[in-house]
């Protein structure tokens, strides 16, 4: 009987796993929602201005996750479906991926090239590793010129999708977690924080912001401003890189405002919005250099819409201005400002 008691007593005092919470389930989805919104915009813009791009890229209209990326696996796996250790977030409406039949959830199993998603780790520990290297090797496939062979497991079994996306302006859209309600660019990928992304529920104002940071991959902003870095040395970073930096965010504004009228946006919500951030989030006289002040931008940017609405739309739609010349020369230009 004793004996019964001591291990009714260890029983009860072995914790019991909870259950992930709803509400932690729907803040895993909330951010993954935030993706599918980027991706949805970030693809509409890319596509639409393709041909006035120097750098491509075929895009299959996705965003590939992994629960190992996640902080707490058992909430991954409760909010998701993982049909693999990497499989599709989202998909875009009417994008290739979409196109194909592929949804949300259907897991990368082969490539042409073979993968092996690895063993998982007894102990967790996040990381993005997983599905940034099988995103890697994928846009490695999709930048040959043919057709490329995908194997998913869906939910009818193993299936082998064909997929031969278009070219589209070379980027890539990530909703970062954390921190303040900022964006960036670095060249490849286009970056909006979850911040910002709730402080902008309007969907062509939201645009404008996403357009911003596509100009400045477009414009090969980043290469121009390590360059110059390299160049002048960190101990003059704050004279004329200053007047620099502040020169590609004049230029990402400006073309911003064509990039959305080639994909149907409104230019106007580009200066709804830079109001609305500036009114919040300005530093007014405290602004480090690097920016213009937003009644500043707003000015830049109205000076041209008026431009745009005076110019003929061609085949391809508008020709930015700042496009027109080659990138050499964009390149030489700017590094003279």
């Known amino acids: 009987m004793r004996f019964l008691l001591i291990l009714l007593a260890s029983l009860i005092a072995v914790p019991a796993i909870a259950a992930p919470k709803q509400k932690d389930i729907d803040a895993y989805r909330a951010l993954v929602a935030q993706d599918l919104r980027l991706e949805t915009v970030g693809y509409r813009l890319a596509k639409a201005n393709a041909p006035f791009c120097d750098v491509k890229q075929r ?40 196109k194909a039949g592929l949804t949300p959830g259907d897991g990368v199993y082969h490539m042409e090239n073979a993968i092996s998603l690895g063993a998982d780790r007894a102990r967790h520990k996040p990381s993005h590793e997983t599905t940034d290297w099988v995103s890697a090797d994928m846009l490695r496939l999709f930048a040959l010129p043919r057709p490329v062979t995908l194997g998913f497991e869906t939910a009818q079994g193993s299936r082998d999708f064909i997929l031969d996306p278009p070219q589209v302006c070379a980027s890539n859209f990530v909703i970062s977690t954390g921190g303040k309600a900022d964006a960036g660019a670095d060249g490849k990928r286009v970056r909006i924080s979850a911040k910002l992304a709730e402080f902008t529920p309007d969907e ?25 870095k390299a160049k002048r040395g960190l101990g ?30 409104d230019p106007e919500a580009a200066l709804r919005f830079i109001e609305r951030y500036g009114r919040r989030y300005g530093h007014g006289i405290f602004s480090d250099g690097t920016h213009y002040r937003w009644k500043k931008r707003r000015k830049f940017m109205q000076a041209e819409i008026d431009t745009l ?11 930015p201005p700042l496009l027109a010349k080659p990138a050499v020369a964009r390149v030489s230009d700017a590094s003279s400002q």
């Open 309 to 319: 609405t005076k110019a003929v739309r061609g085949e391809d739609g508008y020709l």
């Open 204 to 228: 062509d104002e939201f645009a404008s912001l996403v357009a911003h940071e596509l100009a400045h991959n477009i414009l090969g902003h980043r290469a121009l401003l390590d360059g110059a």
């Open 59 to 98: 895009n299959p209209g996705w965003v590939l996750h992994s629960y190992r990326q996640y902080p707490d696996r058992a909430l991954a796996k409760a909010a998701f479906r993982f049909r693999t250790a990497v499989s599709i977030a989202v998909i875009v409406e009417g994008g290739p991926a979409d």
């Open 236 to 265: 003059r970073m704050f004279g004329k890189s200053k007047k620099l930096i502040r020169q590609t965010e004049l230029e990402a504004d400006q073309l911003s405002i064509w990039l959305m009228a080639n994909a149907g946006y």
